[in-house]
Nanobody, 116 residues
Framework: VQLVESGGGLVQPGGSLRLSCAASGFTFSSYVMSWYRQAPGKERELVAVIISVGGSTNYADSVKGRFAISRDDGKNTVYLQMNSLRPEDTAVYYC??????????WGKGTLVTVSS
């Protein structure tokens, strides 16, 4: 099983980034996919969740209206479009996959730094 995040980097406040998470080794379409983040000195927090393609999504209050999660089950990939980025969005962003059977997988993370 692998979850590989990409797309992180340095961006100025107000800018945008698109994160990708490529999955392999499990039946991607059967899993709930999420993005979490962990800022320095803080606990890991849930950012966004997507149940299925075109289906239910949920967001942390801090990113509602700015971030959008989506998935492409044909490509086994989940995305996080991040707009209007703020310095407080600086964190390592992690991809997570969960199944109803209790399987729980994590990627290694990608660093997003929002700074001028």
């Amino acid at each position: 099983v692998q979850l590989v995040e990409s797309g992180g980097g340095l961006v100025q406040p107000g800018g945008s980034l698109r994160l990708s998470c490529a999955a392999s080794g499990f039946t991607f379409s059967s899993y709930v996919m999420s993005w979490y983040r962990q800022a320095p000195g803080k606990e890991r927090e849930l950012v966004a969740v997507i149940i299925s393609v075109g289906g239910s999504t949920n967001y942390a209050d801090s990113v509602k209206g700015r971030f959008a999660i989506s998935r492409d089950d044909g490509k086994n990939t989940v995305y996080l479009q991040m707009n209007s980025l703020r310095p407080e969005d600086t964190a390592v962003y992690y991809c997570n996959a969960k199944s109803v059977w209790g399987n729980n997988y994590w990627g290694k993370g990608t660093l997003v730094t929002v700074s001028s």
